[in-house]
């Protein structure tokens, strides 16, 4: 196997290209992205969007005692209704009506999911669910959109190598930058089980990614990666076309 500067190198190489036609689109982006960030930050806001103003209309006037509302969803939740009934007995329309009368829906994130974990039995991931869902259905959040207003977007790849290969390629100051093309910063410990990585280009900060190696059969490593802090929604396609094309390079370099 090549060492991680030849696998870098290859990698850099054969993502040149690619790397200038993303950052010229991102360029792009961000030019027309204020109105959209604006309308993003509406949307996680207060829950006076446009959605959530339709969401709202549309629930019928009246509804018979212990008769669950159903509910025009701005955006899909996390889990299927059937899921999240089987999980927690209620189904989303059932979430809805109870969170709205109980925190509000102008509450922010974290008070949601403190409500939530003190009025059922879920643990803290699937509160944390809820109120993501909760915040989708309502308009308040985009798919992909962070409590802080901003996008992540994901990719992920099962490589045929040892994820301790993988480890070693991220954490390589001497290497990473060409292995990303990127200015990078490694904000992790080396042991850690997860790795941050800090983006610039030209100073100008670009995000984070935060890479995880997951074990799979064979000797292989299911390979994920995360590119955090995100400025606009458009942004989540652009950047999981560009990880996965740079995942098909590695994956080559890797062979």
């Not at 689109?25 to 446009?50: H, I, M, N, P, Q």
């Not at 200015?183 to 890479?211: C, H, M, N």
């Not at 400025?231 to 740079?246: M, N, R, S």
Request: glycine share 8%; hydrophobic share 45%.
């Amino acid at each position: 196997m090549r060492s991680p500067a030849e696998i870098s190198e290859a990698v850099g190489a054969k993502m040149r290209d690619r790397l200038q036609e993303t950052l010229a689109r991102r360029a792009e982006l961000l030019g027309v992205g204020v109105d959209a960030r604006a309308e993003a930050a509406g949307k996680a806001g207060t829950g006076a969007s446009t959605a959530a103003s339709a969401a709202a209309s549309a629930v019928p006037a009246a509804a018979s005692i212990g008769e669950a509302v159903r509910h025009e969803w701005a955006a899909p939740p996390m889990h299927s209704d059937a899921a999240i009934r089987a999980q927690t007995g209620q189904g989303w329309d059932e979430w809805i009506d109870a969170i709205d009368a109980g925190v509000g829906r102008d509450a922010a994130h974290p008070r949601i999911v403190e409500w939530v974990m003190a009025n059922s039995a879920q643990n803290g991931w699937w509160s944390q669910g809820i109120a993501v869902s909760f915040e989708r259905m309502t308009g308040r959040r985009f798919a992909g959109q962070m409590p802080d207003g901003t996008f992540t977007a994901n990719r992920s790849r099962t490589l045929p190598v040892d994820r301790e290969v993988l480890r070693e390629l991220i954490a390589d100051d001497a290497a990473r930058d060409a292995l990303l093309g990127f200015e990078t910063e490694f904000r992790s410990k080396v042991a850690s089980k997860t790795y941050k990585v800090l983006l610039a280009r030209d100073g100008q900060p670009i995000g984070g990614l935060l890479f995880t190696f997951d074990p799979a059969p064979n000797g292989r490593t299911k390979f994920a990666i995360a590119h955090e802090k995100l400025q606009v929604v458009d942004e989540i396609e652009l950047w999981k076309a560009h990880w996965g094309a740079w995942l098909d390079a590695l994956e080559l370099a890797l062979a």
